[in-house]
């Protein structure tokens, strides 16, 4: 589910891949890149704990926030991301393609 923020209405979206093919069922805006991206690095969707001593910077890239639950190579999956900084702005535009949506950050 991706919410744009605001009054705006949330996507969902519906990701199956079978050996990095997106199956009939799939509904998602690009089935064929989210699969590709997510057989070529399935840890998209688990990212890192933030460390403690890193720096992000102070940057917001909209109010856009996106959930994904469901499971990869059957192990389960649920992971939230947002546009709120630096750190949290790589890690949408590392999984971009899995979201279905650029953001407000390209």
Same mark, same amino acid.
């Given at each position: ?11 969902? #979206? ?6 990095? &093919? ?6 998602? %805006?690009?089935? /064929? ?9 399935a840890a ?15 940057? #917001?890239?909209?109010p856009q926030?996106?959930? &994904? ?6 192990? %389960?999956?649920? /992971? ?9 702005i790589a ?16």
């Open positions: 589910m991706v919410k744009p923020g605001g009054s705006g209405q949330p996507a969902n #979206y519906t990701l199956v891949c079978r050996d990095g &093919v997106p199956a009939a069922e799939s509904q998602h %805006p690009s089935a /064929a890149a989210a699969c590709a991206a997510l057989k070529a690095n998209l969707l688990s990212p890192a704990p933030r460390p403690t001593d890193k720096a992000c910077t102070q940057q #917001y890239g909209g926030e996106a959930t &994904v639950t469901g499971s990869v190579d059957d192990r %389960p999956v649920e /992971a939230t991301f947002s546009l709120r900084d630096g750190c949290e890690q949408w535009n590392a999984a971009k393609d899995v979201l279905g949506s650029s953001g407000g950050a390209g």
